[in-house]
């Protein structure tokens, strides 16, 4: 497949540009194809479809029109050679891992992961043979001490979720290299625009395209890109299994695209105004945004992500009755379960998000009682930050 209309566009004018095929209306925008399935003129070629002979579209949980150019998209973004679109992001985590690893295999986990895929990892894995082990997100020795004879995969995020420790993937990269490993990346909080894990050997992407990918907090979708051998594996285990994106989400997807490069220029400049706004703030004892200098990891940021990124996390002083306390005060700030939206949202990880983890396995990916997330919307920043502030007072 052929992921590029012309090889000398830069990939933002892609994300824009690439359109399926035109019908007789000549549309300028693309049409919605609500539709199940594929209709045939000939045996021959519907044949020859089933048998994998030709590109023609056969029924929607196989392939589709809008869900192709949303593929397409994302893979010029990444800089992937195929892809596969998915109803959520869980679901592409969920087809990246079980189309890919079998009864017997080790899987290399960075121990800060989001929370659904905590649980899928240590609640469903094992059911089918396959074990797990997490990795501190920073700790180099663990990484290399943890690898077996049947290790087969390493998944990781960078940013984490909530904690937004950095991953340096040029590292990450090489250590699978080395040891024969499927590096599997969940590039939901940077988007391919901020960071391209492929550059640094990355061999799957998974995303929630819910978040910063629709932006607007309208839909559910998720995408796996990467090396096109793995991806033939996973569209035949999902088109079988099913977790297929809808042509509406997709075509709602592949709208969101042509704006993602200027609504993450907003998000991450009210982003790192609000993480200096709080640095300032008396009831607040830690501020971590990867492109503040006194992130842990702040040279790995500067080294392989663009900006900063929409997230801003930070602690409350006075525990979880004061972290509490701060979103019941907010006036403007959503409390909501999402992020990535226009509007900025403040959530409570260790309440919520990360509640189905352990006291002890929150704090050691560092959630805690006081933890407040913030995904940092495109309103108006003095708005945001007027808001932030008086929550804290
Ligand atoms: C939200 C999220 C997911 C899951 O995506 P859904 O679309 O909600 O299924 C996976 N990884 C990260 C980092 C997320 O933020």
């Known amino acids: 497949m052929s992921n590029s209309i012309n090889n000398k566009l830069n990939p933002i004018t892609e994300a824009i540009r690439i359109q399926i095929p035109r019908t007789n209306e000549q549309e300028h925008s693309t049409p919605l194809y609500l539709t199940s399935s594929f209709r045939f003129d000939e045996a021959e070629t519907m044949r020859a479809a089933f048998a994998d002979e030709n590109d023609e579209n056969i029924y929607s949980r196989f392939s589709n029109p809008n869900v192709d150019e949303?593929?397409?998209?994302?893979?010029?973004?990444?800089?992937?050679?195929?892809?596969?679109?998915?109803?959520?992001?869980?679901?592409?985590v969920f087809a990246s891992?079980?189309?890919?690893?079998?009864?017997?295999?080790h899987l290399i986990c960075c121990s800060s992961v989001f929370g659904s895929t905590h649980t899928m990892v240590t609640k469903f894995l094992p059911r089918y043979g396959i074990e797990t082990t997490f990795v501190a997100a920073n700790d180099k020795d663990a990484w290399e001490k943890t690898v077996k004879t049947n290790s087969k995969m390493v998944y990781l995020e960078t940013p984490t979720n909530p904690q937004l420790e950095i991953i340096d993937l040029e590292w990450a990269g090489n250590f699978c290299k080395q040891h024969n490993l499927i590096l599997n990346v969940d590039n939901c909080f940077a988007t391919p625009l901020i960071q391209k894990p492929i550059d640094y050997g990355a061999d799957?992407?998974?995303?929630?395209?819910?978040?910063?990918i629709d932006g607007q907090g309208r839909v559910l979708g998720g995408i796996v890109v990467g090396k096109a051998d793995l991806i033939k594996e996973i569209f035949m285990f999902s088109r079988n299994t099913g977790p297929s994106l809808s042509p509406f989400n997709a075509w709602v997807l592949s709208k969101s695209l042509e704006t993602l490069d200027v609504r993450l220029q907003r998000h991450c400049e009210n982003a790192m105004k609000v993480a200096l706004a709080l640095k300032q703030h008396k009831n607040v004892s830690r501020v971590k945004y990867p492109f503040l200098e006194d992130h842990p990891q702040y040279a790995i940021a500067k080294k392989q992500m663009k900006a900063g990124g929409g997230i801003v996390c930070f602690e409350v002083n006075?525990?979880?009755?004061?972290?509490?306390?701060?979103?019941?005060?907010?006036?403007?700030?959503?409390?909501?379960?999402?992020?990535?939206?226009?509007?900025?949202?403040?959530?409570?990880?260790?309440?919520?998000?990360?509640?189905?983890?352990?006291?002890e396995e929150r704090l050691s990916v560092?959630?805690?009682?006081?933890l407040i997330r913030i995904s940092v919307g495109l309103e108006y920043a003095d708005d945001i930050i007027n808001d932030v502030m008086q929550a804290l007072d």
């Open 70 to 92: 949303f593929i397409k998209k994302m893979c010029v973004l990444e800089g992937a050679e195929a892809g596969f679109a998915t109803a959520t992001g869980m679901a592409a």
């Open 97 to 105: 891992m079980f189309a890919l690893l079998k009864q017997g295999d």
């Open 366 to 370: 560092g959630i805690t009682p006081g």
């Open 204 to 212: 799957l992407i998974v995303h929630s395209a819910t978040k910063w």
């Open 318 to 359: 006075g525990g979880i009755e004061k972290g509490r306390r701060f979103l019941n005060n907010l006036k403007m700030l959503s409390m909501t379960a999402n992020l990535g939206d226009t509007r900025s949202i403040a959530s409570h990880p260790a309440s919520t998000t990360h509640s189905k983890l352990s006291e």
